[in-house]
């Protein structure tokens, strides 16, 4: 069973890649929208869980939250709806 191993590290290394490639490709500010635009950005967790939670608001809602867009679209966003 010990040759088992070096294969499923490998396997384990392969599928680690694409997350890898994705992250790097993400832009550094929100793309351009009009008022109605949402921006779709992951938000802390609940107490007590550790679901992931995305909300999704326009610009003006998210500034009304003390939110900057382009500041967090970086490390927090995961999608647009127009």
Same mark, same amino acid.
């Given at each position: *069973?010990?040759? #088992?191993? &070096? #294969?499923? /590290? ?14 790097? !490709?993400? &832009? /550094? /500010? ?5 008022? %109605?635009?949402?921006?779709? *950005?992951?938000?802390?967790? /609940? !107490? ?5 939670? @995305?909300?999704? +608001? !326009?610009?003006?809602?998210? =500034?009304?939250?003390?939110? $900057? @867009? $382009? =500041? %967090? +679209? =970086? ?8």
């Amino acid at each position: *069973m010990p040759a #088992f191993h &070096p #294969f499923l /590290a490998l396997a384990l290394l392969a599928g680690a890649a694409p997350l890898a490639a994705s992250e790097e !490709t993400r &832009p /550094a /500010a929100a793309p351009a929208g009009d008022a %109605d635009t949402r921006y779709c *950005m992951r938000v802390e967790p /609940a !107490t007590g869980t550790r679901v992931e939670r @995305v909300v999704c +608001w !326009t610009r003006a809602r998210w =500034a009304s939250q003390g939110v $900057d @867009v $382009d =500041a %967090d +679209w =970086a490390e927090e966003g995961v999608r647009v709806e127009e």
